[in-house]
């Protein structure tokens, strides 16, 4: 689905499976590599972006990026290509290891400020490593946030608005085939 469906498609559940393609970090390879290959296709995809690592260039929860992060121009491109921006976190902290002050500091308004992009009703955002916190963590209402959890998977036709979130590794592309096809296959009745 386009990024910008995103609230259609919670208000009334799709008609068909879709599925949406995300990136975490904000890599400067995503933008070399894979865009111009999914512009091709005529996919827009949804990038969750670090706001220290668009600031600075440097994000003290990956040391050591496997590439360049994106910087404001970086993303300035992404969004007039039609790709939607959601916050993920300010410094790629893992959140089940948080106080409620870290928290608070790691979702604060700075936070989003690359996210609120073109009026969207809601803002989107990705827990570093998918973790939750342990407790204590509210967003506000209008974010929709991706975490990782570990259940069974339903068929599209039964909850078709239990949303997957399937992790392709990046360096390890020959596990690929074999995540999304236990991905399509999990989805049919
Ligand atoms: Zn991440």
């Not at 005529?42 to 994000?59: K, M, N, P, R, Y």
């Not at 989107?124 to 974010?143: D, I, Q, V």
């Not at 929709?144 to 239990?162: H, I, N």
Request: glycine residues 6%; hydrophobic residues 40%; contains cysteine.
């Amino acid at each position: 689905m386009a990024p910008d469906t995103i609230e259609a498609a919670l208000a009334a559940p799709p008609d068909h499976p879709q599925f949406l393609v995300t990136f975490d970090d904000g890599y400067t390879d995503v933008a070399e590599h894979a865009l111009p290959i999914l512009t091709d296709l005529g996919i827009s995809c949804v990038h969750f972006l670090i706001s220290d690592a668009v600031e600075t260039g440097q994000c003290k929860g990956i040391p050591a990026p496997r590439a360049p992060f994106l910087d404001r121009k970086g993303i300035a491109d992404l969004t007039a290509s039609g790709h939607r921006l959601g916050a993920h976190s300010r410094s790629h902290a893992r959140f089940d290891t948080l106080d409620a002050a870290e928290l608070a500091r790691e979702t604060d308004q700075d936070t989003f400020a690359y996210s609120c992009d073109r009026g969207a009703a809601r803002r989107l955002f990705a827990y570093p490593y998918g973790a939750l916190p342990r407790s204590g963590l509210s967003l506000a209402p209008n974010t929709l946030a991706f975490a990782t959890a570990s259940v069974p998977a339903r068929a599209w036709d039964k909850a078709p608005q239990a949303i997957r979130r399937t992790f392709l590794p990046s360096d390890d592309i020959d596990s690929w085939p074999k995540l999304t096809d236990h991905w399509r296959r999990s989805w049919n009745p």
